[in-house]
Structures are given as structure tokens and as C-alpha cells.
């Protein structure tokens, strides 16, 4: 199996959240690629494709909020997922999944929700989605998601 998957990182735990699941991936025997998505290609010749993203204001990051995980430090691209995602114009009968890091409770909201609708309107065959827990804005991750990160994406293969 060939996969490919497009992230967006501010502080670097959805970066750590992808490796785990290319290292599960892997195990299966996959072949996998991980790319930032202001640097991604038009996902074609892969079996799967996986999207991933931070959650900012209960969504895709925008803007605005990199902007601001820029001021605390962090180190976004001045594009992402969405922007990705909207200069794509089909994925029919492509094998996807959605993750995303979420800071928790009840308000945060899921990137992976909306990165998984818009591969719905692009005709995806959505296999997945899934959203791993971070200590606060910065992180680190919450204990044992990079296992769990791994475990999911073994379980893809």
C-alpha cells in the first residue's frame, strides 16, 4: 500500500500525531510519505490518503489563527489544510481518513469533523477519523496518543 499524508503543524503535535501513525502504517507495510500541506502535491497514485490538522477556534486553522499560534510561538505555514483542500476539485473513490489534535472538553471542537466533510463534498471514501488530546495550545500531547496514533494507524492498513 502507498499513503500519503498531508499535514498542518503550529507547535508540532499533529507532526508527532503523523509519524506515530506512518510509524503504524509502516508496520503494516505501506509505504508512506508525510508532507506539510503548503508543500503537498495532488494526491494521486496513492491507496490512502490521510488529512490532518491542529484544532483552532473548532475548525481548520485560518488566517487568523495561525497568526496568533505564531505570536505564542509557534510556527505556522501561511497556508494549510483548507486552503489544500479548496484547490482540490475531486478525490472520487479515493480511501481517506481525518485526524486532528484537539486541546479537549466539551467546547474545543474537531478539525478532523470538518477536514472529514470536505472530503465528503470531494467524493472520498472516508475510512477514518480520529482526534488526539494535547495539554493546552502549545502541548505536549496528552499521555499515550502517540501510542494510540500509532495503533490507529496500523489499524488502516
Sequence with gaps: ???LIVIETCF???EQIAHAIAA????GGADIEVIQA??????Q???????GSPTHSMGL???ATRHQARAKGGHPNDTGIAEWLDALTSLAGQRVAAFSTITGGIFSGSASKAIEKRLRKLNATVVGREDFTVRGT???LADGEIERARTWGTSLT
Excluded: C, I, Q
Design 24 to 27: 503504524g502504517l509502516r508496520s
Design 138 to 140: 502549545e502541548g505536549p
Design 45 to 51: 497514485g496513492f491507496d490512502l490518503l490521510l488529512v
Design 38 to 43: 503548503a508543500d503537498a502535491p495532488t494526491p
Design 1 to 3: 500500500m502507498k499513503a
Design 12 to 14: 508540532g503535535n499533529t
Design 61 to 63: 486553522p485560518k488566517a
